[in-house]
């Protein structure tokens, strides 16, 4: 089984909004991923986290959050977005950071921000 | 500083038609080369993948060879359909990039019945 899961698909918030995505992987998985993409454009990464801990923030404004409970969920909570924060918002995970690992991604969650 | 250069489309071919997406890298080091597909609406998904040079990974008829010489990874597919129609992303992982997927521009590919 290679599945990441997703919850919710679609998300509509307003600019003044708290809200949260999750992700799910039970591939005994310790590194996982949160990435952004703009239509017609490749994934941006957002953040990487590496055994529970966070590895990589790639100047990622404070108004996302990233939270890893356990080794199988990772969240990512939204709070005062901007409109240009529209955008698909992709997980993934593999089973470490190195250099062969491949990235198992889940299907997203659509956000849009009015 | 590492860099990958994909071929952009769009594309449109016809069933049955070969295609051939070219992808090459600048890289200090070897890196591990992936190529990755996003039918519409969907997420990603793992294509292939190559991890030392002269390595050809392939998968649902498509192939890619790591070519060290011309630091390439061009995809193929010798007869594509129409379920193909897809965005391809190739994406190195450089190995001073702190491991890291660096995705090329994608291209869309769009087969006609």
């Known amino acids: 089984d290679t599945e990441v899961t997703q919850t919710p698909k679609h998300l509509v918030m307003g600019m003044t909004n708290k809200k949260s995505l999750k992700c799910e992987q039970h591939?005994?998985?310790?590194?996982m991923y949160w990435y952004k993409q703009k239509a017609k454009k490749p994934p941006e990464l957002m953040f990487v986290?590496?055994?529970?801990?966070?590895?990589i923030n790639e100047s990622v404004p404070s108004r996302f959050s990233p939270e890893c409970p356990n080794s199988s969920l990772l969240n990512l909570h939204l709070h005062a977005l901007q409109p240009e924060d529209s955008a698909l918002y992709l997980c993934?995970?593999?089973?470490?950071?190195?250099?062969?690992?491949?990235?198992?991604f889940g299907p997203g969650t659509r956000l849009l921000v009015l | 500083g590492d860099s990958v250069t994909q071929m952009e489309g769009p594309v449109t071919l016809s069933e049955e038609a070969f295609l051939t997406i070219n992808c090459t890298y600048t890289a200090t080091g070897y890196p591990s080369l992936f190529w990755y597909v996003q039918y519409p609406g969907e997420g990603l998904q793992l294509l292939l993948k190559?991890?030392?040079?002269?390595d050809k990974g392939s998968n649902k008829g498509f192939e890619a060879t790591y070519r060290k010489e011309t630091t390439s990874f061009h995809l193929e597919k010798g007869s594509v359909q129409v379920s193909d129609s897809a965005v391809y992303f190739c994406?190195?992982?450089?190995?001073?990039?702190?491991?890291?997927?660096?995705f090329g521009a994608g291209t869309t590919v769009t087969v006609r019945a």
């Open positions: 993934a995970s593999s089973r470490q950071r190195s250099r062969a690992e491949t990235q198992y």
């Open positions: 986290y590496s055994y529970e801990k966070l590895s």
């Open positions: 994406a190195p992982v450089f190995p001073l990039e702190d491991y890291k997927l660096s």
């Open positions: 190559a991890t030392k040079a002269d």
């Open positions: 591939m005994g998985h310790r590194a």
